[in-house]
């Protein structure tokens, strides 16, 4: 959490009393005494206590190790192991993941999808204005040869050649 809305939550929340690390960023030390602590089975409101966040900070950090731990291929088995969640937690976490990671590919190329049709239109549109303008110049160069024509016409009848 970067600072402005740390300081903003901290503002608008002045009665709940923070831990004092709420909204820093982990270290790779913090989240490694982290997995130790869960290895010695101790109580997680204890190691919040401890690292100075909330029971959510914590779990939310476990959650998030365990997905690291999945995409580095470990097993669910171990990774059962090293963050004591469940295999039904960790395939929901999982799950999750990859569910909002595909719809943010999904919005991204429907938003890339609206940007180019947007430009295209206006390529378009910049095109057809193109077109206008080179219509009516050459509306006005057959009006000028049409006249020119016509003048000579004149000139040939006073000519009496036609």
């Known amino acids: 959490m970067d600072s402005r809305t740390l300081r903003f939550f901290r503002n608008a929340n002045p009665d709940i009393d923070l831990p004092s690390s ?3 960023k982990w270290t790779d030390n913090e989240e490694k005494q982290l997995l130790d602590e869960i290895a010695q089975n101790i109580d997680t409101q204890i190691i919040a206590e401890k690292h100075g966040r909330t029971l959510g900070g914590i779990n939310s950090r476990i959650r998030e190790i ?19 969640l ?3 937690q960790i395939n929901e ?9 595909q719809e943010k590919k999904e ?23 193109n077109y206008d ?11 000028t040869i049409e006249s020119k024509i016509d003048r000579l016409f004149d000139l040939l009848k006073t000519l009496e050649v036609v």
């Open 66 to 84: 365990a997905y690291k731990m999945h995409i580095s291929n470990f097993t669910v088995d171990k990774i059962t192991e090293l963050t004591g």
């Open 22 to 24: 709420f909204g820093s």
């Open 107 to 129: 919005r991204n190329l429907n938003s890339q999808k609206n940007t180019n049709t947007i430009a295209t239109e206006h390529i378009l549109h910049i095109k057809q204005h």
């Open 133 to 143: 303008d080179d219509i009516n110049k050459i509306k006005k160069q057959l009006n």
């Open 93 to 101: 976490i999982v799950e999750r993941r990859e569910r909002y990671k």
């Open 86 to 88: 469940t295999k039904e």
